[in-house]
């Protein structure tokens, strides 16, 4: 299919944060288009479950970084491929809220140099019913409505499930270690004119309790660490 778009393949790697995800990472790697994906990185962030385990036996590159954060997180991923320079690198959680196969949606704009990056958009029509608690919904509504006043582009979500190409990730130097990333990784695109996509993708219910919106004071430590990042970029 990719050869629709390139005469050559390019090569496309998955990077997947997991912190005690044993029970879902199998069934997330069992469902990667492996006809897509060349490369998948499980980057176990502290487990104290199987989940390094349960990913090797599924096929995947596991690395290990002890400092918590899902930025950090995914700049161990990162590093990890800094020797092999993929083309296209695919973020993705562990937690089986995101639909493995959408990667086919989520590289497409950028396969036909339509987009420098895309991000999987969670509209409320495609979630599964308790998929995302309201407080959660209601921080990243914030979230979106504060970019858009202090940056000047709008987003719907600040969804986890995103492609970018390599050359322009690592033109944006990510630095944050935690809650954060995300949102740094769209205000910096938007700071470089960076060709920015939207597309719907499907979430549902994530298997095991979620680290953030599971509780209601994860959720504010998270919103408030989010909102000072937006903040933060605007005056840099």
């Known amino acids: 299919m990719t050869d629709t778009y390139h005469s050559v393949k390019p090569r496309i790697c998955l990077i997947i944060p997991a912190l005690n995800e044993a029970p ?11 006809e897509l994906v060349d490369e998948i990185t499980v980057v176990d962030n502290g487990s104290t479950d199987e989940t390094s385990n349960v990913a090797a036996a599924h096929g995947a590159e596991v690395i290990f970084e002890p400092r918590k954060g899902y930025g950090s997180a995914c700049l161990a991923g990162i590093r990890s491929l800094q020797k092999t320079e993929p083309e296209i690198v695919v973020f993705m959680d562990g937690d089986y809220s995101s639909e493995p196969k959408e990667i086919d949606k989520i590289i497409k704009p950028i396969l036909k140099d339509n987009a420098d990056m895309v991000i999987g958009c969670r509209e409320s029509s495609r979630m599964e019913k308790g998929s995302m608690p309201f407080h959660a919904k209601c921080g990243n509504r914030l979230a979106m409505i504060l970019i858009r006043l ?7 979500d600040p969804g986890p499930f995103r ?21 740094e990784m769209m205000i910096k695109a938007v700071k470089k004119n960076l060709r920015i996509v939207e597309v719907e993708v499907s979430y ?20 408030y660490h989010i909102i000072s990042k937006i903040f933060r970029y605007s005056i840099d």
Do not use: C, T
């Open 24 to 34: 879902a990472i199998g069934k997330v790697l069992d469902e990667v288009p492996r």
């Open 163 to 183: 492609a970018i190409s390599w050359r322009n990730l690592e033109s944006l130097n990510m630095k944050d270690q935690r809650y954060g990333w995300n949102v």
């Open 204 to 223: 549902r219910k994530r298997i095991g309790k979620s680290k953030i919106s599971g509780s209601l004071v994860s959720s504010i430590e998270a919103g």
């Open 150 to 156: 202090l940056h000047g582009r709008s987003f719907s």
